[in-house]
């Protein structure tokens, strides 16, 4: 379970107070997959950080009873300067899995061949951006985070694996996804929530979210 209890999250633009949350409550639970809309510049990623815990609210309480996803795509806590083998058993040692596992998986789908074995830091934009996604799938979670969409490569083949891949995990996963276009969620979802003004608004359906949010937008 991912339970947000009064949280409140806020920044100062230098010219006025943005406001992201204000006093938010709601939980996710295992297998109820929740999409939230969210028009651009209200703190979808913001949000979804709080979720995994890369950033702290400013008041209220984040309760996290399972294992929760960082967002696909965040390539946060690879070593740039060590091989992309060094920092699949690194980082599967953290989270108690495999090493040897975890170093197959993510070698087999992100397939860039002996530079596997070279420092990450010496990857294009698009190998490590393949290197990431794959590592966060080796990692087994109970809830995935997914900050507007599966991230897309140049890569036909590569999406076309991680994208079977990651629909396989869904299957027995729960997912959160935080998106301003409703039929992104419509792959995922049938519960939602519109985030708006610092306010999150909870809903029984996707349809009648989006019927509220058309309306609003």
């Known amino acids: 379970m991912l339970e947000f ?9 230098g010219t ?4 992201i949350l204000d006093q938010a409550s ?3 639970e295992l297998g109820q997959s929740l999409g939230i809309l969210a028009p651009n510049g209200t ?8 979720m995994c815990g890369l950033e702290k609210p400013d008041e209220g309480k984040i309760r996290r009873s399972c294992r929760i996803s960082f967002p696909l795509g965040f390539m946060g806590g690879v070593v740039g300067r060590i091989s992309a083998n060094e920092n699949a058993r690194y980082i599967a040692r953290i989270y108690g899995l495999d ?3 975890v170093s197959a998986f993510t070698r087999w789908l992100t397939d860039i061949k002996e530079y596997f074995d070279m420092p990450v830091g010496t990857y294009s934009a ?4 393949r290197f990431t996604f794959s590592l966060l799938l080796a990692l087994e979670f109970d809830i995935y985070l997914i900050d507007e969409g599966m991230p897309q490569t140049t890569d036909v083949e590569f999406n076309r694996k991680a994208g079977e891949v990651l629909f396989e995990r869904l299957r ?9 276009q409703p039929k992104t969620i419509e792959k995922f979802c049938r519960h939602a929530a519109i985030l708006r003004d610092g306010r999150l608004y909870m809903f029984e359906s996707l349809e009648e979210a989006k019927q509220y949010y058309d309306y609003t937008a």
């Open 5 to 13: 209890d009064n949280v409140s999250k806020s920044f100062w633009t």
């Open 16 to 19: 006025q107070r943005k406001v």
């Open 26 to 28: 709601f939980r996710v």
């Open 43 to 50: 703190g979808k990623t913001t949000l979804v950080n709080m």
């Open 99 to 101: 090493p040897d596992y």
């Open 126 to 129: 698009g190998m490590r951006q």
């Open 172 to 180: 027995n996963s729960t997912v959160v996804i935080v998106s301003h």
